[in-house]
């Protein structure tokens, strides 16, 4: 392993370690993607050479996916680890999709809510350069059922959230199919990189374009330069997907396209997904080099800051089982009151619980089609098919069973997506009120070192 692949690997560690420390910043030398509808999915599995990302309409995309490439020795076994589950391995990258999913159920609930909260993934392979992507939900311009108002502007702020570091690289991807002037992702990436130092700009469905028309103005840096060239890519077909065509069929078919197409066959040495992954490799490369002086200074400077106030902290390790026991329960009560205070009043989170029931759920109800359900035309043929051939003598029973019943089920959908909605937010309270218990009990500490003795 070269001494350049070596420190990519260095990296990565460091990343994976901030993540478990609970740093969620993104990874300053990694590349952070703007995807809309233009393949994102096909774009990364080309990248990678495997199916593994779960596909669908809408969000699915719902946290942010650090996508960590290691190239292993030709012939090892290709695998996949997530940080999350350090001790096991997928070599069966179906089950690689499925615990994305899972794994971002678990945060987000089975709602379309987003969580800023990333998965890390890492993959091993001899078909692969080093590198590092991370995958971060598609922009949107409207919030669909079963989303909150705000998932515009939330989607948009996590975006930017990684995409405003200066050490972060965009990967901006868009349909050749569509004008580049209306792509959401250059207009971002124009925003927060405006001499286009920092961006990648990768057009894809090339080969779905019409007949006499092609990209080469954008391709060539005509219509819209970038610091970087452009790169095409020609995805598989949703056909090809559904026949399960594998990735080093589709590599050779885009290689063809390029090669043999009259438009774009005096590009094809810079064009498809390889060259994008050698590409991406180069220039982390580049960057992790001429960022080894501040991340080291970085480096020992947090080192310094940790080690100093560990050491204006002093508070002893318990050693013994009692004193481990007492910490135990001193967490407990102060986790305990912090999270009813979020619940009750006096810290901010209670609010939204109720807003769910008392702006969500109302909401909801109020676009139940109660009105053709229970209406005379309605009610008169529950009843009349409630009854059969014996008309009813008295009251109509079994109709008005029917009809409730068919009210009932349409309560089903929005309380089940209140109790998300609720489960979501307690989940979010959970996770602040243990930083919150943490950052309580350090400042007690402080203040019976002061005065000479604990007290809770």
Not at 181 to 196: C, F, Y
Request: some cysteine.
């Amino acid at each position: 392993m070269t001494t350049m692949e070596s420190l990519i690997g260095l990296v990565n560690r460091i990343q994976r370690a901030c993540t478990m420390l609970g740093d969620y910043g993104g990874g300053d030398n990694a590349f952070s993607s703007l995807w809309e509808s233009s393949g994102k999915s096909s774009v990364l599995e080309s990248v990678v050479g495997r199916d593994f990302l779960p596909r669908g309409s809408g969000i699915v995309t719902r946290r942010p996916l650090v996508l960590q490439l290691h190239k292993t020795e030709d012939g090892s076994q290709e695998y996949a680890e997530f940080l999350h589950l350090p001790k096991r391995r997928f070599t069966d990258f179906s089950m690689v999709r499925k615990e994305i999913q899972d794994e971002t159920d678990r945060v987000t609930g089975k709602t379309k809510q987003i969580s800023p909260i990333p998965i890390h993934l890492s993959i091993y392979s001899p078909n692969v350069v080093n590198l590092t992507l991370i995958d971060l939900p598609g922009l949107t311009k409207v919030a669909v059922e079963g989303q909150p108002d705000t998932i515009v502007e939330d989607i948009e702020s996590m975006v930017r959230s990684y995409v405003e570091k200066p050490n972060s690289v965009i990967l901006a991807i868009s349909p050749a199919n569509q004008d580049i002037a209306t792509s959401d992702a250059m207009k971002l990436a124009r925003e927060v990189d405006p001499t286009g130092e920092r961006t990648f700009g990768v057009l894809t469905k090339l080969d779905l374009m019409d007949k006499g028309t092609n990209a080469l103005d954008v391709l060539e840096g005509r219509s819209y330069r970038l610091q970087h060239p452009w790169v095409g890519i020609v995805n598989r077909s949703q056909a090809d997907i559904n026949r399960n065509i594998d990735m080093i069929v589709a590599r050779r078919k885009e290689r063809e396209y390029f090669a043999t197409s009259p438009d774009y066959g005096h590009l094809a040495g810079k064009m498809g997904s390889e060259y994008l992954a050698k590409l991406l490799s180069k220039h982390l490369e580049s960057v992790i080099r001429s960022r080894i002086p501040s991340i080291t200074s970085l480096i020992n400077k947090s080192i310094e800051e940790l080690e100093s106030e560990m050491d204006h902290l002093g508070r002893p390790i318990a050693v013994d089982a009692g004193a481990q026991l007492y910490t135990i329960l001193e967490l407990c009560r102060a986790f305990d009151r912090i999270f009813k205070e979020h619940l009750d009043g006096g810290r901010p989170g209670g609010d939204r619980i109720y807003g769910v029931f008392d702006n969500q759920l109302p909401a909801a109800l109020r676009k139940l089609p109660f009105d053709r359900h229970l209406s005379l035309q309605n009610v008169k043929k529950v009843v009349s098919e409630a009854d059969g051939y014996q008309p009813h003598l008295i009251a109509p029973e079994q109709g008005y069973r029917r009809l409730i019943e068919g009210s009932l089920s349409y309560f089903r959908g929005p309380a089940e997506a209140s109790a998300d909605a609720v489960h979501f937010v307690l989940k979010e309270l959970v996770r602040k009120s243990i930083g919150e218990t943490q950052v309580e009990l350090y400042k007690l500490y402080l203040i019976s070192e002061l005065t000479g003795k604990f007290m809770y």
